[in-house]
């Protein structure tokens, strides 16, 4: 049953439950996807509608949803994303009340909570806008930089050092794509299961240079299976990076805090929210 888009309709915590819950169940339906799993390139999805955010014009960020449009699909940054956003459709059809802006990220809460990731606390608000919104390109990040480059890219949205070492712990999910990105191979021996192995991985394993054509990754000496980037190499070479990454491979619990406050203000960047912070939702994992 199709509910009606109605101005009048005033959404509760209830249905956006309903909508959580109805994401939850396609994830867990539609197991045929690489590693068993469309979580990690909804994540990636949530994350790229929201990190094209600038503090200092207030532009971008994930109230909008202008990746629907060409200018932005097309940015290389976003290759492979149509798969998560047409993964959503159906929730879009399903629930025609909620923006696709809300969609997205509520979608990125519901991933990382379904594979098993600390409960990221979401509310509503964020409005679609026309595709005069689309941000320029070259506003995420460029996998091939370095500190330097990372420090550019996330002070801009308005993150401190900590918090661009716990978001990067997202990296233990999924994996790189030659027609995507160019890069190639997951992070983690489990890309569909948060935890912090992104970070003990970065601490314990011997990294070196992978020899193929393609653009300049690491691979782990061990089994040769596993990938860095160069960005995530800059985490364990930066002095002030580093001791955030040796944390949160010692301890999961202070990984998944800050990881789930983190998240949490990704998702929230460049929105003119009417409802307060303590109107955010804790959505039930489905059982
Ligand atoms: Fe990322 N990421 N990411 N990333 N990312 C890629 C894949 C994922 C960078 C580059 C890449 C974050 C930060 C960075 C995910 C979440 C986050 C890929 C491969 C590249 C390249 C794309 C492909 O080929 O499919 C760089 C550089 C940064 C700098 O910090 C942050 C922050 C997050 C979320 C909080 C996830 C999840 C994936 C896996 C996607 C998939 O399809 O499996």
Known sequence: VKLKADADFKPTEADYQKVYDHIAELLAERDEYEDGS?????VRLAWHASGTYDKETGTGGSNGATMRFDPEADHGANAGLKVARDFLEPVKEKFPWITHSDLWTLAGVAAIQEMQGPIVPWRPGRQDRDVSFCTPDGRLPDA??????????????????????????????????????????????????VTNDYFQL???????????DGPKQFEDKGTK?????????????????????????????????????????????GVPFESKEEDRMKFKRKE
Not at 154 to 181: K, N, P, Q, W
Not at 202 to 212: A, D, F, P, Q, T
């Open 38 to 42: 469309y979580g990690p390139v909804i």
């Open 144 to 193: 091939s930089q370095a500190h330097d480059h990372l420090r550019a890219i996330f002070y801009r949205m308005g993150f401190d050092d900590r918090e661009i070492v716990a978001l990067s712990g997202a990296h233990a999910l999924g994996r790189c794509h030659t027609d995507r990105s160019g890069f190639d191979g997951p992070w983690t021996f489990s890309p569909t299961v």
């Open 202 to 212: 970065l601490m314990k394993e011997s990294w070196g240079w992978r020899k193929w």
């Open 225 to 269: 299976t596993l990938m860095m980037l160069p960005t995530d190499m800059a985490l364990v070479k930066d002095k002030k990076f580093k001791p955030w990454v040796e944390k949160y491979a010692k301890d999961n619990d202070v990984f998944f805090k800050d990881f789930s406050e983190v998240l949490m203000k990704l998702f929230e960047l």
